[in-house]
């Protein structure tokens, strides 16, 4: 059974993307032990949960403790442990509850939008709040403490690598700039420094992307290492996951996009069950826009030299 309290459900915004398109092309079953790298507010927990029955196990690793406890009531009175760790630690979390191996596992990369709406997190400009952006706000630098300690050519290549920003040379020497007059410690400051030195772009007849939106998604993976932690999850997986297993990744950016696309592509390892990435149809971006950039590979184990 879970260990997760019974409790009055508290009130989650977050909607699991792809749900449907999960669960068809995972197909968790009854009796199989799987992981959620990424529980949030249990929406795919859940789902994935239901399937396994009083004799599967669902272990669900969050680095957030807030989501974590947001998600319990969610899951209560289903087969699940909760374990506050980052995906890239899976392999010890594993050892430690005496798991050999699991027979599938899914990452959403995503942002609960538990954590966007929150305006003490600092990950979205829509809200006035601290430059913070740590997904474990107990531990590592802030958003705030890399623009104030990280040099001009730092920052300017942060930007570029993560956020893919055009403008990130323009955008650095601002905060270099702004930085000498008054620290930027709010999500505000931020984003109108940004919108200060970059043209607004154009989407389309009534329809335009803010500038800073680029610049907060480039903050935020660096303050969280996402991309390393990622890369350190898909070396670690083939040890993980049973021979006939599957490994299920949703994305939100094009650089993780291109760091699972290149782990699968490793045939002696994996079997590609998505030749293509699997994106939110029309209704679903209709109810939940944060969708629309949601891709979903999934791979099947094939090597036998590995768990069995």
Known sequence: MSDAKDSAPQLIRHLPVLANEVLELLAPRTGETW?????????????????????????????????LELARPILANLPVTLVQA?????????????VDAVNGVLADLGVSS?????????MSFQKPGPLDMRLDQTSGPTAADLLERLSEW????????????????RIAKRIVEARKVEPIRTTGQLAELVRGCVPRERRGPGKSFDPATRTFQGLRIAVNDELAALEALLV?????????????IISFHSLEDRQVKQAFRDAAVWKTVTKKPVTAGDEEVRRNPRSRSAKLRVSM??????PS
Not at 114 to 122: A, S, V
Not at 154 to 168: C, K, V
């Open 114 to 122: 538990d954590q966007l709406d929150d305006p003490n997190r600092g």
């Open 86 to 98: 980052s995906f890239d630690q899976l392999d010890a979390v594993l050892a430690r509850l005496k």
């Open 301 to 306: 184990r094939i090597n036998a030299a590995g």
């Open 236 to 248: 670690k997986l083939p040890k993980l996951v049973r021979v006939g297993g599957r490994v299920g």
């Open 154 to 169: 730092e920052i300017a290549d942060l930007l570029y690598r993560y956020a893919e920003e055009r403008h990130s040379r």
């Open 35 to 67: 992981v959620d790298c990424t529980v949030g507010g249990g929406g795919h927990s859940r789902l994935i949960a239901e399937c396994l029955g009083d004799a599967g196990r669902l272990i669900g690793l969050d680095r957030d403790k807030a989501m």
